[in-house]
């Protein structure tokens, strides 16, 4: 087979993207803080975020394409190795709090499959609170996962690929089901459309509505896997760029219609304003809140309708609970197993960079289980309602999981400087362009994430919340700063650099 037939079409491109970054439950929580004033918020990332940063991974991405380490190779040939290896070490970092997140959070689908609701805000056992219960219960899942893919066992990451297509699937039962509701009610929508103002009275003033931004740069996450794509596309100089805004625009407008769906089967008022609703189980309210309102439209009896939402809300926490399982097998060993072999070796105590017999980070897994389960025992035993618990660690996964790209897009115009490289795809041809771009996206994400972290301090008086959220980019900076200043001085000891 040639290698014109090994590459991905301008349509294949675009498909790629939106599997890799469309999330269904991203539009959901957009409804749950903004309703549909979120939209306007979804398209200005979009345009001033995702379009632009894409186009600049691709460019990194093409011109390292040969570069084993990822963006460690592509920070530290555009900058240097400190930076390299503390951006790095951040955007693993992401992935920490990611797994505090979904450790906790991976129980509401499963409690929304067994029993048809999210029963964790009740849990009681032995004198725990439900967040003190759930915070166990996530140690537990962390130990278990951890202890399964250390043996290299990925079956089960293959079994739970099942969760991501009905995952996919869901969002056709939301555009199907939400359609015919509006065909058999006349078209009428349950919460009236309103781009301009949140129906969420927490999201009222502008600090709180500025502090929204992370959740729509969350919302296209995992664009910097997108660099890797450009030699693998059919005529990348024509076509990527092509992609790219393409893709933009459908995942835009995927999220858009998404978004004012929600509104056609839930009246924010009735039905989120709950002290109960929260971001760990939207999702599954708002599917529920489609199931009922569909059954209510097809004129079922009052009881057959509630069941209909119930058994919306128990397939939709079964393909969430298997897509987030298959998640967790796969990052709980990948974005470790990237960060410890794309950087030099003596960054790392020895024991860490062993592989065991199923070419598994063993020691440096366990590591990364203990950091974690210290991490979510400290939270959930911290005290507060389990709503403000879900709420806390999603705003924790937010803001770190965007952080990263503050480093990569910093990186760009000392990219642009490099005088020896061949750049096979070039999007950003002058000077001005390249810095004017780039400070828009560092702006953007930076200030960001400044608004998600003071919004609770300023708004509710919530120092801790913030602390959190501010604490954890801290912390692994510091950590990270304290790995590499080891590094410098065993080098300087032996007096050389080893290969990688």
Request: aromatic share 14%; with cysteine.
């Amino acid at each position: 087979m040639s290698d014109n037939l090994k590459k991905m079409s301008l349509m294949g491109l675009v498909l790629m993207i939106f599997t890799s970054v469309f999330g269904f439950a991203n539009s959901g929580s957009a409804f749950y803080l903004m309703g549909h004033s979120a939209t306007p918020w979804y398209i200005f990332a979009a345009l001033f975020f995702f379009i632009p940063f894409a186009l600049m991974m691709a460019e990194m991405g093409a011109a390292y394409r040969k570069e084993e380490g990822g963006i460690y190779s592509w920070m530290e040939n555009s900058v240097g190795p400190r930076y390299a290896f503390i951006g790095t070490f951040m955007w693993f970092s992401s992935y920490v709090i990611w797994m505090v997140s979904t450790a906790a959070k991976v129980w509401v689908p499963f409690s929304t499959f067994i029993v048809g609701a999210d029963m964790t805000q009740r849990w009681h056992v032995a004198g725990l609170q439900p967040t003190q219960v759930v915070g166990v219960l996530a140690v537990v899942w962390m130990v278990v996962v951890t202890f399964v893919a250390a043996k290299g066992i990925n079956k089960i990451a293959k079994v739970t690929a099942v969760g991501g297509i009905a995952v996919m699937c869901l969002n056709l039962v939301l555009l199907f089901a939400s359609i015919a509701i509006l065909l058999l009610n006349g078209g009428h929508f349950a919460e009236a459309i309103n781009f301009t103002a949140s129906p969420n009275p927490g999201y009222h003033s502008d600090l709180s509505m500025l502090s929204f931004m992370v959740f729509a740069l969350f919302a296209y996450g995992g664009i910097e896997a997108v660099g890797g794509l450009v030699d693998k596309t059919e005529n990348p100089e024509k076509n990527f760029a092509k992609g790219i805004i393409f893709a933009a625009v459908v995942i835009s407008i995927g999220y858009s219609l998404a978004i004012i769906l929600w509104g056609v089967s839930t009246n924010w008022q009735q039905v989120l304003s709950t002290d109960s609703t929260n971001l760990g189980n939207i999702t599954y309210v708002l599917m529920e809140s489609l199931g009922a309102t569909l059954g209510n439209a097809l004129h079922l009896s009052p009881e057959a309708a509630s069941l209909t939402g119930v058994w919306f809300a128990r397939i939709t926490g079964l393909s969430m609970f298997l897509a987030y399982t298959g998640a967790f097998f796969t990052l709980i060993y990948s974005p470790l197993k990237a960060i410890i072999q794309g950087t030099p070796k003596e960054m790392w105590p020895a024991p860490m960079t062993r592989l065991n017999k199923s070419g598994m980070p063993e020691t440096s897994m366990w590591l990364q289980c203990l950091l974690v389960s210290l991490i979510i025992l400290l939270v959930s035993f911290g005290g507060g309602t389990a709503s403000a618990f879900y709420n806390k660690v999603t705003l924790m996964a937010n803001v770190s999981m965007t952080l990263p790209y503050l480093f990569l897009a910093l990186a760009f115009p000392f990219f642009k400087a490099k005088t020896d490289l061949h750049r096979p795809f070039v999007i950003f041809k002058s000077r001005g362009t390249t810095l004017v771009m780039t400070g828009i996206v560092v702006l953007l994400v930076a200030f960001a994430n400044i608004f998600t972290v003071i919004e609770p301090v300023i708004e509710k008086g919530d120092l801790s919340s913030a602390l959190w959220m501010a604490g954890g980019p801290i912390f692994f900076s510091l950590l990270a700063l304290g790995l590499y200043e080891r590094y410098q001085r065993r080098i300087s000891r032996v007096g050389r650099l080893s290969p990688r």
